[in-house]
């Protein structure tokens, strides 16, 4: 990018990589959340809890890029702290299968949305970008596990999954922001 093009007001690489760790950590903040609530209703489930699990690596990933940065965390972090359990939980209320629609409408998004980072990082920063690329590969992982477990069966299925991907899409046009 020239000083020019800059100019015209694209965000610097400081600010571009500010906001990305700041919507990534918020991201798997609020995928913790999620499972925290979903489990909070399914309490047994296995795959849930592997889910979870996973999330939780992938938060402590984002915590400690985001300290190493010195880069200031969403300041939404209180509402997707009640907004992910509260759709974590109401999702499972639903049953299993709505439980499942709800990672495939999330992850679709957070996959897409992580493809687009590994694109702007190109070589600029290869440790990040392998991060990305991991977990992107993880989300996908995600979502395969809630299709095969009968995430399109839920009651209500395009209506749910659109809802919720509209939701994740501005959680994180405001997380990128605020
Ligand atoms: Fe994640
Ligand atoms: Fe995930």
Redesign the pocket.
């Known amino acids: 990018m020239s000083a020019e093009q800059r100019m015209l007001g694209d965000p610097d690489e400081r600010e571009t990589l500010e906001r990305m760790l700041r919507v990534d950590q918020a ?2 903040y609020g ?1 913790v959340r999620i499972y925290q609530g979903q489990r909070a209703i399914l309490r047994d489930n296995k795959v849930l809890k592997q889910m979870e699990a ?2 939780r690596e ?2 402590a990933r984002f915590n400690a890029l985001v300290a190493e940065h010195g880069v200031r965390p969403t300041l939404l972090q209180p509402l997707w702290h009640l907004a992910g359990f509260a759709l974590g939980a109401s999702t499972a209320l639903l049953g299993e299968k709505a439980a499942m629609a709800c990672t495939v409408a999330v992850e679709d998004v ?1 996959e897409e949305h992580y493809g687009r980072q590994e694109d702007v990082l190109g070589d600029s920063q290869p440790e990040l970008k392998a991060t990305v690329q991991k ?1 992107r590969a ?2 996908r992982e ?1 979502k395969n596990h809630a299709l095969d477990h009968g995430a399109e069966q839920a009651a209500g299925y395009p209506l749910l999954y659109a809802a919720i991907s509209r939701g994740t899409k501005l959680a994180i046009w405001l997380s990128e922001r605020i």
Do not use: K, P, R, S
């Open positions: 991201g798997e995928a996973q999330e992938h938060l957070i977990f993880d989300e995600h």
